[in-house]
């Protein structure tokens, strides 16, 4: 089946290194990818997302290019700052077993940012 | 505009007891999923459901059940808790059903079994 493979953490990083996170994805078809964060004691956020090859998805400085030859969605932001201390998840949309629309998560990397 | 909102944000219950969670989505958004996440890992899918119906369920045993109200609300009900339900359960909702429609996640509702 579809599965998300991520760099196990934690990342530990001093403010204004650059970030890389290492997603890997296994799908039939062409899913869309997703970079969700999770912040202490909170849900899901959306990051930011790519619907087809070679999308680029961008949020809050953060940036994933879909790559399907190397079926890849890599996370980086250029300057990490304190704040972005979270969880990060990769995640894929399926379908599958009857569901029309459900995710498939990493098991996420958690970043710390040190000042 | 509101985002997903789930109630309780937290509750314990024993052992054998049973337990429904709530979940209102995003206004105007007619699909809702449910998922469970076991600390140190990520969400997995219980349920989705769309315009009232089952639209898919994940390996999970039937003690766990669902249902979608014709406002969209929806509840997740969980009978003879066990240990291993302590979890964070995350409601989701999405305007439509076709995959890769962005999902919209609620804060979750953090179950501890004792």
């Known amino acids: 089946g579809n599965s998300v493979t991520q760099m196990e953490g934690p990342v530990t990083l001093s403010e204004e290194a650059f970030l890389t996170i290492n997603c890997t994805y296994t799908?039939?078809?062409?899913?869309?990818l997703f970079w969700y964060v999770q912040y202490p004691g909170e849900g899901l956020q959306l990051l930011l997302k790519?619907?087809?090859?070679?999308d680029k998805g961008s949020n809050k400085g953060f940036e994933a290019t879909y790559r399907k030859e190397t079926t890849s969605f890599h996370l980086e932001k250029g300057s990490v700052q304190v704040s972005d201390s979270a969880v990060y998840f990769c995640?894929?949309?399926?379908?599958?077993?009857?569901?029309?629309?459900?995710?498939?998560f990493g098991t996420g990397t958690l970043l710390a940012v040190q000042p | 505009d509101a985002g997903v909102t789930q109630s309780p944000t937290h509750l314990i219950k024993t052992r054998g007891q049973q337990v429904t969670l709530r979940c209102s989505p995003i206004s105007g958004h007619k699909s809702v999923s449910w998922y469970q996440q076991v600390l140190g890992q990520g969400p997995q899918f219980i349920f989705q459901y769309y315009e009232k119906e089952e639209r898919g369920r994940g390996n999970f045993p039937d003690r766990f059940s669902a249902r979608q109200f014709p406002n969209y609300s929806s509840e997740l009900n969980v009978n003879a808790l066990l240990l291993g339900d302590s979890a964070l359960y995350l409601c989701?909702?999405?305007?439509?059903?076709?995959?890769?429609?962005?999902?919209?996640f609620g804060e979750g509702s953090w179950l501890t079994v004792v």
């Open positions: 995640a894929l949309s399926d379908r599958d077993g009857g569901a029309t629309n459900k995710l498939i």
């Open positions: 989701a909702s999405s305007l439509a059903d076709r995959a890769g429609n962005t999902i919209y």
């Open positions: 790519a619907t087809k090859a070679d």
């Open positions: 799908a039939t078809g062409y899913p869309s």
